[in-house]
């Protein structure tokens, strides 16, 4: 039941089609810039009033509030550097690397689909709507939470080697 349309939202007829879609839909599902949202008014508090059992899922790089909020990133620099995730399969100063494509989206995808499932489970119980959130760096930060949480606590991480090396975990038969 998927249907696909492209809307310019810089036209008040755009935010019309959008508007009524929004009416019918069960999840707005958004990773448009924040800055962007506020222009055109689709905040989660902007269009709640047009339909009261909806899901809206926002996915930001930085979250939702703070002094990144409204910076734009990806993959690679919100979940692997920011978190510190990229340091750590770092040899001792080795030139950064960069990490495979997708692999912090994944899990932040997979954290999405997590609170839009549970969101609709509370509006099965309730008859009400609500909004969810991740964020890449959020996503990052927990999967780096045990590194995290040590750090924080003054841990001394020179005697531990990186996570991930260049190195293979397993020889194969072929070498």
């Known amino acids: 039941n998927k249907r696909s349309l492209t809307l310019n939202l ?10 009524r879609l ?28 047009l339909n ?3 899901i809206y899922a926002s996915l930001t790089p930085y979250g939702e509030h703070g002094p990144d909020s409204d910076n734009e990133a990806f993959d690679l620099v919100a979940y692997w550097n920011r978190s510190g995730l990229m340091n750590r ?9 960069q990490a495979v494509a997708g692999m912090g989206d994944h899990p932040t995808a997979v954290s999405m689909y997590a609170a839009i499932v549970t969101a609709l489970f509370q509006r099965e119980k309730t008859g009400k709507g ?46």
């Not at 755009?14 to 508007?19: A, E, P, Q």
């Not at 001394?156 to 996570?163: L, N, R």
Request: with cysteine; hydrophobic share 40%; aromatic share 6%.
């Open 52 to 54: 009261d059992k909806m």
């Open 130 to 175: 609500t909004m969810v959130h991740t964020s890449l760096l959020a996503n990052g930060v927990w999967a780096a939470s045990c590194l995290v949480q040590a750090q924080m606590a003054h841990a001394d991480f020179s005697a531990m080697p990186p996570q991930m090396g260049a190195s293979a975990l397993y020889e194969c038969s072929d070498g």
């Open 10 to 19: 810089k036209t008040q007829a755009g935010l019309d089609i959008l508007h």
């Open 89 to 97: 399969i770092l040899e001792p100063g080795a030139e950064p690397r």
């Open 22 to 49: 929004i009416k019918e839909c069960d999840v707005f599902l958004t990773n448009q810039p924040l800055a962007q949202r506020r222009a055109f008014k689709l905040q989660y508090d902007d269009i709640k009033s």
